[in-house]
Every structure is written in structure tokens, then in C-alpha cells.
């Protein structure tokens, strides 16, 4: 049974980091691509990023893009999400997710998700 495990969230200050990771088990990386997504409270979930690693295409939001870096630690068949200049909205619950051949941005269209992990970003 395939697993998909985020961790890393917290509080942090605006204009502070936070480095997200997502463990996946029961699944060869190789063949799945791994998205990272975002619900805040009374909001749609939304796509944040994503990477294949077939083809090493990456993708971002327009919301994470210059701020946020995804990278794939092969080695420990994980995804992390690197987070910096964080603002009070991307307060929300981040979660990880696989989708079998290629990653996409719908954050519904996923095979195997993770229970998530909280981000706040206040002072």
C-alpha cells in the first residue's frame, strides 16, 4: 500500500522559510510525478507545484514562483518544497500527492495523497 507523508509545516514569521518534505513509499518515483498543493481555510484547494521525473519538467504556481523551490531527493524517494519570503496568505494546510506518469496542477486529479501539514505565517 503505497504511502505519501508530508512534514516540515509550522509557524513562521512573514518573510521567514520553511522547507516541506513529502515521503513517499510503495512507489517508484521514477514513474509518478509529485505535486505540492495548498487549502486555505475557506478556500479552494489550489496547486502550488510539481515535478516529473521522467523528464524533470517543473511547474509553479504563479503564487510560488521566485519564492518557492521543489526538488526530488531520489536517494530517500522524497519531494521537498523549499519556501522563502513567506507571506501571511500562504497560511494553509499543504499536502503532497502522486499521480502515476506525469504530475499535473489539478490537485484533484492525484492517485495517492497525504494528510498534510499546517503553515502559518504570522507574527
Known amino acids: 500500500q503505497p504511502h505519501v507523508v508530508e512534514s516540515g509545516g509550522g509557524l513562521v514569521q512573514p518573510g521567514g522559510s520553511l522547507r516541506l518534505s513529502c515521503a513517499v513509499s510503495?512507489?517508484?518515483?521514477?514513474?509518478?510525478?509529485i505535486g505540492w498543493f495548498r487549502q486555505a481555510p475557506g478556500k479552494e484547494r489550489e496547486g502550488v507545484s510539481c515535478i516529473n521525473s521522467s523528464d524533470g519538467d517543473i511547474r509553479y504556481a504563479d503564487s510560488a514562483k521566485d519564492r518557492f523551490t521543489i526538488s526530488r531527493d531520489s536517494a530517500k524517494n522524497t519531494v521537498h518544497l523549499q519556501m522563502n519570503s513567506l507571506k501571511p496568505e500562504d497560511t494553509a494546510v499543504y499536502y503532497c500527492?502522486?499521480?502515476?506518469?506525469?504530475?499535473?496542477?489539478?490537485?484533484?486529479?492525484?492517485?495517492?495523497r497525504g494528510q498534510g501539514t499546517q503553515v502559518t505565517v504570522s507574527s
Open positions: 500527492a502522486a499521480r502515476f506518469r506525469k504530475c499535473v496542477m489539478d490537485p484533484y486529479d492525484y492517485d495517492y
Open positions: 510503495g512507489l517508484n518515483l521514477d514513474y509518478y510525478g
